[in-house]
């Protein structure tokens, strides 16, 4: 067997292995990631990185050894976030920037920024967005598409930003946050907020199609988060199968670190519910959504 193909399907089992060691134990798989301090030297760009699972992110990457370049539109939680963790972990740099995602020009100034300030940025996480979708029909239009503005016509300003910058370093790795709620057409008020997010994987996957066909080393990851109880809805109802914070981060930067493709988070008990959603009538769906 020829030493090429060899190599190849090593790197290929191995790259299996850490993929579901990411999935099963995200927390230990970590540990080990923090010990090589693997982020060293290396930048992740997140955006709406002020609060919840961007902040939580941003928390778990330093503890890695990564820099930081994060925006969002607060920046006093920027900048508190900045000073705990340079105090933290002094031998990384973070730089914030404010980014309201809805001015669509500003992403690329912000981007391009950063870029220029660290020389290089190995992930771009697109994460900024928002929930507030009301039914159809019941005359919250101007509500419902500020959400499909905000989720997919920014998250895809965002995308072609951070493409241009790993084509032109010929690396990198976009990371889209999409949601279990993109699995199946939701109801109520999850209607427009799931098309957006499932609007967002689409994209995603076209994305990674193209890097396939170009040939190119630049890896996209499709993020699929189910119920991670944040401060931005501590005030919710409890609802099925929700993690707290950490161990919902946790997992989410398990799967990016593993470098996958699509990863429903927390992989258990996820990713089957993701396949029982994709395959159960509507209707069981309305009851579990």
């Not at 790259?15 to 579901?20: D, E, L, N, S, Y």
């Not at 979708?133 to 500020?146: A, D, L, P, Y």
Request: charged share 20%; glycine share 8%.
């Amino acid at each position: 067997m020829p030493q090429k193909l060899i190599k190849k399907l090593t790197q290929t089992a191995n790259h299996g292995r850490k993929q579901a060691f990411g999935a099963v134990m995200p927390a230990r798989y970590l540990e080990g990631l923090e010990k090589e301090q693997v982020g060293l030297g290396k930048t992740v760009l997140i955006t709406g990185a002020s609060s919840g699972i961007g902040e939580g992110m941003a928390r778990i990457f330093a503890k890695l050894g990564y820099n930081l370049a994060i925006c969002a539109r607060r920046t006093d939680r920027l900048e508190q976030l900045k000073a705990e963790l340079m105090s933290r972990y002094p031998n990384i740099r973070v730089e914030f920037q404010a980014l309201d995602v809805s001015d669509y020009s500003a992403i690329f100034q912000v981007f391009n920024a950063f870029v220029k300030d660290f020389g290089k940025l190995e992930k771009v996480i697109v994460n900024a967005g928002i929930g507030d979708s009301r039914q159809i029909g019941k005359g919250r239009f101007e509500t419902n598409r500020k959400t499909a503005e905000i989720n997919f016509i920014a998250a895809l300003a965002q995308c072609e930003a951070a493409m241009q910058i790993f084509r032109s370093q010929n690396s990198g790795q976009l990371v889209v946050i999409s949601s279990m709620s993109a699995m199946r057409g939701l109801p109520k008020h999850m209607t427009t907020y799931g098309a957006s997010k499932a609007a967002l994987a689409y994209l995603a996957e076209g994305i990674r199609a193209d890097m396939l066909l170009s040939n190119l080393p630049i890896k996209v990851s499709t993020i699929y988060p189910g119920y991670i109880r944040t401060e931005i809805n501590t005030n919710a109802k409890p609802l099925p199968f929700e993690v707290d914070a950490e161990t919902g981060t946790n997992a989410i930067v398990a799967a990016i670190e593993a470098e996958v493709d699509e990863a429903c988070v927390p992989s258990l008990p996820w990713s089957i519910v993701g396949q029982a959603m994709k395959r159960l009538p509507l209707n069981i769906v309305n009851k579990i959504s």
